[in-house]
């Protein structure tokens, strides 16, 4: 997929673009994304980075990072993605000079955005506004019951396994590999300690089962209570892996919620709990 930073990166071509934050690229984005791709021409998105309400001074829980969104719409069979860096100044467009610059000019014929989609100054542009300026639009229905505001909701609560229909796919953590306090390795557990931007979404602090990197992790999300834990830590240890992660990126999906943390009366009980906690995820299936 071709991604470009601005407007004329693009070569202007006969286009169906699909436009929209896409933060998670869940369910209902793919709905958007899928009528884009179904046009006919080529298949094209327009996208936001930072996250509009983030410019418009809100505190967002981003479901993904740019670049996973990226990957999630090349997956899909976008060709071009024209990212716009949403600033103050983009916000303050008038609908049809914002059309003009990120829409026509990249040579769109169809655009497809979901019903409740606005754009230019004061949120004022609508699709019936494309429409009486030459644009074939495609209205795409909200899927009942999908929403990125409902996903946060089902991580806050560890519900990990109940978000996955609602995003297509399990929920994700990702980050940076780096160094931690290395306790796992003397555990007989070794685990990759995330480092993750500060604006992603991190769900209900517990152990997780899931996978990274092809292999079953058992995931903790929270503060180790079990060693007076003041900061956040996100480790998982993948089962059955040899090598080396440091500074490497890494994707790990979250399929169930074990158990809460929990601080234990020996080294010896949680080095117990451990391994039935590495069972568990050992039985566990993707959602």
């Known amino acids: 997929m071709n991604v470009a930073h601005a407007p004329g990166e693009l070569e202007r071509r006969p286009r169906a673009v699909a436009i929209g934050t896409f933060d998670g690229v869940h369910v209902g984005h793919r709905a958007v994304v899928g009528a884009a791709l179904d046009a006919g021409l080529t298949p094209t998105v327009v996208t936001f980075h930072p996250h509009p309400r983030e410019v418009l001074g809100y505190e967002v829980e ?3 990072t740019l670049e996973r969104r990226l990957e999630l719409l090349a997956e899909l069979g976008v060709e071009d993605t024209l990212v716009v860096e949403f600033t103050t100044e983009v916000a303050g467009l ?9 829409v026509l000019g990249i040579g769109t014929e169809v655009l497809c955005a979901g019903e409740s989609f606005r754009f230019g100054k004061a949120r004022s542009g609508d ?3 494309c429409e009486r300026l030459g644009l074939e639009t495609r209205v795409v229905p909200i899927v009942p019951s999908v929403s ?3 996903i946060r909701r089902l991580a806050a609560a560890g ?6 229909p609602l995003l297509g796919r399990p929920l994700e953590v990702e980050g940076v590999v780096v160094s931690g306090d290395a306790r796992g390795g003397t555990l007989g557990f ?6 993750i931007e500060h604006s992603l979404l991190v769900p209900a602090f517990g152990i997780y089962a899931g996978e990274a990197l092809d292999h079953r992790a058992a995931i903790s999300i929270g503060l180790n209570p079990h060693y007076g834990g003041t ?3 996100i480790e998982a240890f993948l089962l059955d892996f040899t090598g080396d992660l440091y500074g ?3 994707i790990v999906e979250l399929w169930d919620r074990l158990r809460d943390e929990a601080s234990f009366g020996s080294e010896a009980a949680l080095i117990a709990q451990i391994a039935v906690d590495v069972e568990a995820t050992r039985a566990t299936t993707r959602p």
């Open 127 to 129: 699709l019936a506004l």
């Open 159 to 164: 519900e990990v396994r109940a978000a996955a």
């Open 190 to 195: 070794p685990t990759a300690n995330l480092r």
């Open 94 to 102: 008038n609908p049809e000079a914002f059309l003009d610059t990120y």
């Open 248 to 250: 490497q990126r890494v």
């Open 148 to 150: 990125s505001t409902e």
């Open 231 to 233: 900061e956040r830590r």
């Open 62 to 64: 981003l479901l993904s």
